[in-house]
Nanobody, 124 residues
Framework: QVQVAESGGGLVQAGGSLRLSCVVS????????AGWFRQAPGKERQFVAA????????TYTKSVEGRFNITKDDAKNTMFLQMDSLKPEDTAVYYC?????????????????WGQGTQVTVSS
């Protein structure tokens, strides 16, 4: 079984930064692609960013473009989400997800493995 574990969430002031980490472990597995999603209270889980594991192509939801950056470390089987210029509306539980397919997709149902989530709270 593949395990996915996020970390790095916390409480930060508006305009501040956080870096989330996502470690993929368990049975040998190299993702085809991976992404970050978030869910705020009373809202649907929404796409944030994704990366193709083999090629490194990335895509972002428009509300975070220019502020968030998704990267990966192949040696550590780890993905990161650098979040800068954080806004109160970024407050949510952030989830890491991976999928076997290599095409970068934005729909939660297309991802195969999920982490437990890490809380990000941005105060004004």
């Amino acid at each position: 079984q593949v395990q996915v574990a996020e970390s790095g969430g916390g409480l930060v002031q508006a305009g501040g930064s956080l870096r989330l980490s996502c470690v993929v472990s368990g049975r040998p597995f190299i993702p085809g692609s991976a992404g970050w999603f978030r869910q705020a209270p009373g809202k649907e889980r929404q796409f944030v960013a994704a990366i193709g594991w083999r090629v490194g192509d990335t895509t972002y939801t428009k509300s975070v473009e220019g502020r968030f950056n998704i990267t990966k470390d192949d040696a550590k089987n780890t993905m990161f989400l650098q979040m800068d210029s954080l806004k109160p509306e970024d407050t949510a539980v952030y989830y890491c997800a991976v999928r076997r397919g290599t095409v970068v997709l934005k729909i939660p149902g297309t991802y195969d493995y999920w982490g437990q989530g890490t809380q990000v709270t941005v105060s004004s």
